[in-house]
């Protein structure tokens, strides 16, 4: 029997087991850290995963897919506007063409087979494509999410726990406002999984009724040709790298990434060993310093494993009374876009300013301070604007002009500037109780002001591979016995992200093609 040896436990790990396991190998996944998921766990556990089989997807088509997927390349080829951060220059042109008609062939297939193969379930998320504006766009239907879900308890003590602040509710329900405490409160005490423990939850049960043999506090060094040096000990098979990112690597983010990265929000276990140990195979590397990008904000005392880790901003940004300034008090992009645009745009060495008026203060939460919660030392607040500019070190004539500007426009809900509220995928993350559910102007005093500084969930470059998810050398041939797939492999978008869940949908597709390959080559 073919011996194939997994190496991480994410979204990635778990579907290239489970795959290879059905294919007829005997199966080990080894997992560095305590637990089981690694960054996957941390996340909402959405998946995009275009074409697949639930209702609201039933007008969408391959064709319509690599559509999109191609007009998203495009744009960013004609000057799509990113302003003066991370991936500047890069472009959408680094995709590859192969490996996303593959995963646009397999992500409906994949899909279903998860629900046929594990107790996992899909719910629909009510979210369009993050371009959805471009052809081949989709409305709600290419994103998923996991529906709640309660593992036996040998599998639910090894998952790994969620973030300290997110509470048992799914994706849908948070974007909707109808997460009921009653229910959260009866999912807490039952030991009921959502979001990304849910998805991790349901996979390792699987594997685990399939006969996959899991070792944890187990880190894979380096590869062997014949299988992976585990703790100093040759585990023999065919190995799958699915070890996640580099970015807790302080050597590899400021090689390939021009580091350091201050807004890291995955899991401490991503360290690089995936990726040295195809560098030391004869790897040859693409899209190395490209990211899942997103802006962050650091709350005193978040952490993960006494590591620090920052939150990502989302909703307080897009909503009605706020606006994002750069070191100069210029705005430089539109609030209300997808995480991964709007990271991607942010200054890589100084920090951008999230700026809210007492409006938005007394309707809103900003990170974990609900709205009649007092003010915490880390927001910064102050009678005027000229005032708060002196506090945030920010010049203060720029900041007043940029502020007048953009509340001249939002009284009307318009944005002359950056479009905010035109895409579809904008008012996702608005109020839609308002009369303009992103766009708000910041009159009522005092004002607030949040430093927000690049981050990232995870690195999206690494070894190369063929869609089936060999490794491959720099003259095109595998590397006998080596595979990848994840996020410590070269992404199949290049630097876009087409859509919410982008990052574990392609996870599950490549981790699947990848476990049947090393099973059956």
Same mark, same amino acid.
């Given at each position: 029997?073919?011996?194939v040896v997994v190496v991480g436990s994410?979204?990635?790990?778990?579907?290239?087991?489970?795959?290879?396991?059905?294919?007829?190998?005997?199966?080990?996944?080894?997992?560095?850290?305590?637990?089981?998921?690694?960054?996957?766990?941390?996340?909402? +556990?959405?998946?995009?995963?275009?074409?697949?089989? !639930?209702?609201?997807?039933?007008?969408?088509?391959?064709?319509?897919?690599?559509?999109?997927?191609?007009?998203?390349?495009?744009?960013?080829?004609?000057?799509?506007?990113?302003?003066?951060?991370?991936?500047?220059?890069?472009?959408?042109?680094?995709?590859?063409?192969?490996?996303? =008609?593959?995963?646009? =062939?397999?992500?409906?297939?994949?899909?279903?087979?998860?629900?046929?193969?594990?107790?996992?379930?899909?719910?629909?998320?009510?979210?369009?494509?993050?371009?959805?504006?471009?052809?081949?766009?989709?409305?709600?239907?290419?994103?998923?999410?996991?529906?709640?879900?309660?593992?036996?308890?040998?599998?639910?003590?090894?998952?790994?726990?969620?973030?300290?602040?997110?509470?048992?509710?799914?994706?849908?329900?948070? !974007?909707?406002?109808?997460?009921?405490?009653?229910?959260?409160?009866?999912?807490?005490?039952?030991?009921?999984?959502?979001?990304?423990?849910?998805?991790?939850?349901?996979?390792?049960?699987?594997?685990?009724?399939?006969?996959?043999?899991?070792?944890?506090?187990?880190?894979?060094?380096?590869?062997?040709?014949?299988?992976?040096?585990?703790?100093?000990?040759?585990?023999?098979?065919?190995?799958?790298?699915?070890t996640g990112g580099f970015e807790r690597? %302080?050597?590899?983010?400021?090689?390939?990434?021009?580091?350091?990265?201050?807004?890291?929000?995955?899991?401490?276990?991503?360290?690089?060993?995936?990726?040295?140990?195809?560098?030391?195979?004869?790897?040859?590397?693409?899209?190395?310093?490209?990211?899942?990008?997103?802006?962050?904000?650091?709350?005193?005392?978040?952490?993960?494993?006494?590591?620090?880790?920052?939150?990502?901003?989302?909703?307080?940004?897009?909503?009605?009374?706020?606006?994002?300034?750069?070191?100069?008090?210029?705005?430089?992009?539109?609030?209300?876009?997808?995480?991964?645009?709007?990271?991607?745009?942010?200054?890589?060495? %100084?920090?951008?300013?999230?700026?809210?008026?007492?409006?938005?203060?007394?309707?809103?939460?900003?990170?974990?301070?609900?709205?009649?919660?007092?003010?915490?030392?880390?927001?910064?607040?102050?009678?005027?604007?000229?005032?708060?500019?002196?506090?945030?070190?920010?010049?203060?004539?720029?900041?007043?002009?940029?502020?007048?500007?953009?509340?001249?426009?939002?009284?009307?809900?318009?944005?002359?500037?950056?479009d905010r509220g035109a895409n579809p995928?904008? +008012?996702?993350?608005?109020?839609?109780?308002?009369?303009?559910?992103?766009?708000?102007?910041?009159?009522?005093?005092?004002?607030?002001?949040?430093?927000?500084?690049?981050?990232?969930?995870?690195?999206? +470059?690494?070894?190369?591979?063929?869609?089936?998810?060999?490794?491959?050398?720099?003259?095109?041939?595998?590397?006998?016995?080596?595979?990848?797939?994840?996020?410590?492999?070269?992404?199949?978008?290049?630097?876009?992200?087409?859509?919410?869940?982008?990052?574990?949908?392609?996870?599950?597709?490549?981790?699947?093609?990848?476990?049947?390959?090393?099973?059956?080559?």
């Open positions: 029997m073919t011996s994410g979204a990635a790990g778990l579907a290239a087991a489970l795959s290879a396991r059905e294919s007829g190998a005997e199966v080990t996944v080894v997992e560095a850290t305590p637990t089981i998921g690694g960054t996957t766990a941390l996340s909402s +556990g959405a998946a995009w995963l275009p074409d697949n089989h !639930l209702p609201l997807a039933a007008e969408d088509s391959p064709q319509r897919a690599r559509t999109y997927l191609s007009a998203l390349g495009r744009s960013d080829e004609n000057g799509h506007e990113y302003g003066h951060g991370f991936g500047h220059g890069h472009g959408f042109g680094a995709a590859d063409t192969a490996m996303s =008609d593959r995963f646009v =062939d397999e992500a409906p297939r994949v899909a279903e087979w998860l629900e046929m193969k594990t107790p996992l379930r899909w719910a629909t998320l009510p979210v369009p494509d993050c371009h959805g504006t471009l052809p081949g766009g989709y409305g709600a239907g290419r994103s998923l999410e996991p529906r709640p879900f309660r593992a036996p308890p040998r599998v639910a003590a090894l998952v790994r726990a969620a973030l300290p602040w997110r509470s048992r509710a799914t994706l849908t329900e948070l !974007l909707t406002g109808k997460a009921a405490p009653d229910l959260i409160e009866q999912r807490r005490q039952a030991g009921t999984h959502t979001a990304g423990q849910a998805l991790v939850a349901a996979l390792l049960t699987a594997a685990v009724d399939a006969g996959v043999t899991i070792r944890t506090h187990a880190r894979a060094t380096r590869f062997l040709g014949t299988g992976v040096a585990v703790d100093g000990t040759l585990l023999a098979g065919r190995v799958v790298l699915a690597d %302080e050597v590899l983010v400021r090689r390939f990434l021009g580091g350091p990265i201050a807004g890291l929000t995955g899991a401490p276990g991503a360290r690089g060993d995936g990726l040295r140990m195809a560098v030391a195979a004869g790897a040859t590397l693409h899209n190395t310093g490209q990211a899942w990008w997103c802006p962050t904000i650091r709350i005193p005392g978040d952490a993960i494993d006494d590591e620090p880790v920052h939150r990502i901003l989302l909703a307080e940004r897009a909503r009605p009374g706020a606006v994002l300034v750069d070191c100069d008090g210029h705005r430089f992009t539109n609030e209300a876009r997808n995480y991964h645009e709007v990271g991607r745009s942010l200054h890589p060495t %100084e920090p951008s300013w999230l700026i809210v008026d007492a409006a938005h203060r007394r309707r809103y939460p900003i990170g974990p301070v609900r709205p009649a919660d007092p003010d915490p030392d880390w927001l910064q607040r102050a009678c005027t604007l000229p005032e708060l500019a002196r506090l945030i070190d920010v010049p203060g004539d720029a900041l007043a002009k940029t502020i007048s500007r953009f509340n001249w426009a939002a009284a009307a809900g318009e944005d002359p500037d950056f995928y904008d +008012g996702v993350m608005g109020d839609p109780g308002a009369v303009h559910p992103t766009l708000g102007p910041l009159y009522a005093p005092p004002f607030y002001a949040v430093p927000v500084r690049p981050g990232l969930g995870g690195t999206s +470059g690494g070894p190369r591979t063929d869609p089936d998810g060999r490794v491959l050398r720099d003259d095109g041939a595998a590397v006998p016995g080596l595979y990848a797939a994840g996020n410590v492999a070269a992404g199949p978008f290049g630097s876009a992200y087409p859509g919410t869940g982008a990052t574990i949908g392609q996870a599950l597709v490549f981790g699947a093609q990848a476990g049947r390959a090393a099973a059956g080559d």
